[in-house]
């Protein structure tokens, strides 16, 4: 089965990333070794800073251009990292083992790949 | 009645509440097997004396009054479910004895056959120690779900599945005979055990939820040893908890860092806890019967040693852990013996322990990696080191604890 770990981070974690002393990106380098190390990692990406995002929707046939993430909220969408593992209660245990869990939040979701199929078909 | 009084009133209850629960719920539960009926009677109780007891005052004796109030809600309830074969005899039982009407009687006390009916061998054992939690102690299903890591509409589930087992199930509330008992009573004390782990490993500076958890198996502890004072294991437990709990404000920094037990300093331990603990495991130890938790307990008792000694005896602590691996060879134990065999053996000793372990069992298991890289880097293996480190830094959920091993990989 497989899970995406939705990663939201606070506007102070999106800076840290850019800091002289390694202790954000030095978690999660380690973070990301012990899941392939475990053989569970299947892909994922940090995302750039939410500023950087541009949300675009179509309503009565006019293009709307946001500046700026979809949602307005102090925690943002920061990455994303997909796992396969047997069970959501594995997906929970690395969840918490994920630095963002300490300092944002994680979200862990089973990706759709009924969904996936039917959408390939 | 001033709002002051009404708050004071409402301490009360929550007081009442959490001492009686588990008495309470017990009892009512006894003679029916319905835990889940048993807890929904008591919480209207509970909401009954939420509008009566301010208005009335609280009665002479509080619990009582909740055990008849309980119990007219769990015979209505009866009644309304018009559950007639089932519910006659139980109505009888939930009758007996009229006195208790009058509010005075002592009721026995049932907690011990209760604890026993949660850790049964029929219920799964992942379920234990939430179950204890839920019906002794009265900690809602999502708090339960909070420090077992599972999302708490299916800790709820769970829980309410295995009260169903516990009902239908034939599961009898009694005390299992001799010949079981020892058995059985593990059970009780391994669940006791993983609450408080959960809270003690939880327990970063500032969480409030794990450090209460700890509090809880602590009491829990304390209910059990209170029922059974001649099991030595039972105080083995409650002196390893207790020496455990000696050391909560030593764990951490002024800043809230990490602070391993070698480096702690002993003045910050608690030194009453300490002799608290010491004085059970000395009367556990009269009754010649050792066992897994007095082990543990007097591996704690040789580190809380070096409050006055200023050393750490790691002969005595190697030759404890020995006895643990006879008994239960778990991961955490041969992890234990292999850092304590780096300590007085040197760590090339060691490093060999850790490298007699399966590899595929430590994968995700972040103690063995913290102490593997521990003792690779006295080896001056530096290499290695950081990998072992990286590994445990990955997998470390604390992050008092991942910072202050980013630190040591450098």
């Not at chain 2, 013996?337 to 399966?358: F, Q, T």
């Amino acid at each position: 089965m497989q899970f995406a770990l939705l990663i939201y981070e606070s506007p102070e974690a999106f800076a840290s990333r850019n800091d002289e002393i390694d202790a954000y990106t030095g978690a999660w380098r380690s973070y990301y070794k012990a899941l392939v190390d475990a053989g569970v990692y299947v892909g994922g990406d940090p995302l750039q800073v939410p500023e950087t995002g541009t949300t675009i929707r179509i309503k009565e046939g006019k293009r709307r251009v946001q500046d700026g993430p979809y949602a307005d909220t102090k925690e943002q969408l920061g990455g994303f990292t997909v796992l396969e593992l047997p069970s959501l209660d594995a997906a929970l245990d690395w969840a918490a083992r994920c630095p963002a869990a300490s300092y944002g939040a994680v979200e862990v979701r089973p990706l759709a790949p009924d969904m996936k199929r039917r959408v390939e078909e | 009645m001033t709002a002051a009084d009404e708050e004071d009133v409402h301490r009360t209850i929550e007081r009442i509440a959490r001492e009686s629960y588990g008495r309470l719920v017990a009892y009512l539960s006894s003679h029916t097997r319905d835990l889940g009926g048993a807890e929904d009677a008591l919480s209207e109780a509970l909401i009954a004396a939420l509008t009566a007891w301010p208005r009335d005052g609280v009665p002479r004796n509080p619990e009582a009054w909740l055990l008849t109030t309980a119990r007219h809600s769990l015979i209505d309830f009866i009644r309304h479910q018009q559950v007639v074969l089932a519910g006659e005899p139980t109505l009888l039982l939930l009758r007996e004895n009229p006195t208790e009407a009058t509010l005075e009687t002592k009721f026995p006390d049932e907690r011990l056959k209760l604890l026993f009916v949660c850790a049964h061998p029929a219920i799964d054992p992942a379920m234990h120690t939430p179950l204890m939690l839920q019906t002794v102690l009265g900690l809602d299903a999502a708090r339960i779900a909070g420090a077992f890591l599972i999302p708490p509409k299916t800790m709820g589930q769970r829980l309410v599945r295995a009260k169903t087992k516990i009902r239908d199930g034939g599961i009898g509330f009694e005390i299992p005979q001799d010949h079981e008992l020892l058995q059985r009573l593990d059970a009780v004390l391994e669940a006791i055990y993983a609450a408080f782990g959960i809270g003690w490993d939880d327990m970063a500076g500032s969480d409030q939820r794990g450090r209460d958890l700890a509090e809880e198996a602590v009491w829990l502890a304390r209910v059990l040893l209170q029922l059974m004072s001649d099991e030595a294991e039972v105080r083995g437990l409650l002196a390893l908890m207790l020496h455990c709990e000696a050391r909560r404000s030593a764990r951490r920094g002024p800043k809230g860092q990490y602070v391993p037990l070698s480096e702690q300093n002993p003045k910050q331990w608690s030194l009453p806890l300490i002799e608290e603990a010491e004085r059970h495991l000395a009367d556990a130890a009269k009754h010649g019967r050792s066992g897994r938790f007095q082990l543990e307990a007097a591996i704690q008792s040789v580190h809380a040693e070096r409050a006055s000694s200023g050393l750490i005896d790691w002969e005595a602590i190697v030759l404890f852990y020995e006895g643990l691996i006879r008994i239960s060879p778990t991961l955490g134990t041969r992890t234990g013996y292999a850092a304590a065999i780096a300590e007085a053996n040197g760590p090339e000793a060691g490093l060999a322990v850790l490298d007699a372990i399966e590899l595929d069992l430590v994968a995700a298991y972040q103690p063995y990696w913290a102490v593997r890289a521990h003792v690779l880097r006295r080896l001056g293996k530096m290499r290695e080191a950081v990998d072992a480190y990286d590994l445990a830094i990955g997998l470390a959920e604390d992050p008092a604890v991942r910072e202050f091993l980013l630190q040591k990989r450098g």
